[in-house]
């Protein structure tokens, strides 16, 4: 929008009445954009105006794994986000030829940010999720900057390893002044035939990360829940029709649907 002063993004505004939720995670892999999507998808189909950022830079996927099968128009210098299962969809993959991998620079990714929240013609939400890049790095501040009510989500897999990393990702919001929603733990364990739990990652980080950033805020930070382990849950973000439709009484629709409910 070169040369025209910036718009306003209509979230940031103190009055505002959409909640938005930015859900982070300290390392790649343990399933945070498939429960962004998920919850996304499960807020939708309780009736509410959802919309999803994908701003994860590095491993844009929300748009596969919802569905989204066409790109954003322009109406006059707006862009409209295109929508997929009720919910509205915007991904950096969205403006990249290609797919080509691009080297995101902290005030490129700001600009880009800055403009999905301002540009984009979002109508009345209730809900705005954003799927941040792994890690404690500069969407991190960006959003902080740009939306200072985002609340924050914390996703963790059971492992020690993984713990510690979501915990660093979950302070930063302690220098930010975000407030913490609560951890999920994904991939908690696998339900065999027959009823017992294997816990092939391990147990108990969800909670130690939990617990870990209470102590770092002083306030009580809950664990939200905890995702089995659901074949149907990678099926269905490798089709593009998340498990929350398509198994809803599966392990992991059962858990992602408790947890949309609870926010
Ligand atoms: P991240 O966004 O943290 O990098 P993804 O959401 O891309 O992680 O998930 C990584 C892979 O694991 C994907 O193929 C996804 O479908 C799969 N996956 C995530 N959670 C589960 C689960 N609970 N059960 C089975 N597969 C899962």
Redesign the pocket.
């Known amino acids: 929008r070169g040369g025209q002063a910036e718009r306003e993004i209509p979230f940031a505004k103190p009055n505002s009445l959409t909640r938005v939720y930015a859900v982070a ?1 300290g ?11 998920n919850l996304a998808v499960a807020l939708a189909d309780q009736g509410l105006r959802v919309g999803v950022v994908d701003a ?1 830079i590095y ?1 844009f ?1 929300i748009p596969r ?1 919802i569905g989204v099968e066409y790109p954003p128009t322009q109406v006059d210098d707006m862009i409209m986000p295109p929508e997929a299962k009720g919910v509205k969809v915007i991904s950096v993959g969205m403006f990249v030829p290609g797919n080509s991998p691009v080297v995101w620079r902290g005030p490129m990714l700001h600009r880009a940010l800055n403009q999905f929240l301002a540009d984009v013609f979002w109508g009345d939400l209730d809900v705005l999720l954003l ?1 941040l890049p ?1 890690g404690t790095g500069d969407v991190a501040i960006s959003v902080a900057q740009l939306l200072p009510g985002a609340e924050i989500l914390v ?1 963790t897999t059971p492992q020690q390893a993984a713990a510690e990393v979501a915990e660093r990702a979950g302070s930063i919001s302690t220098q930010t002044h975000q407030r913490i929603v609560g951890v999920i733990e ?2 908690s364990w696998l339900e065999l035939p027959g009823g017992t739990r294997q816990e092939i990652f391990g147990s108990g980080g969800g909670q130690a990360v939990a617990d870990s950033l209470s102590r770092i805020v002083g306030t009580d930070i809950p664990l939200l829940g905890q ?5 149907t ?2 099926e ?3 089709n593009g029709d998340p498990v929350v439709l398509s198994n809803p009484d599966g392990p ?1 629709g059962v858990a992602l649907r408790g947890i949309a409910k609870g926010l």
């Open positions: 995670s390392k790649g892999g343990v399933g945070k954009s498939s429960v962004t999507t994860d491993g996927s794994m799927d792994p996703v994904n991939m995702i089995p382990l659901d074949v849950m990678r269905g973000s490798d992991a």
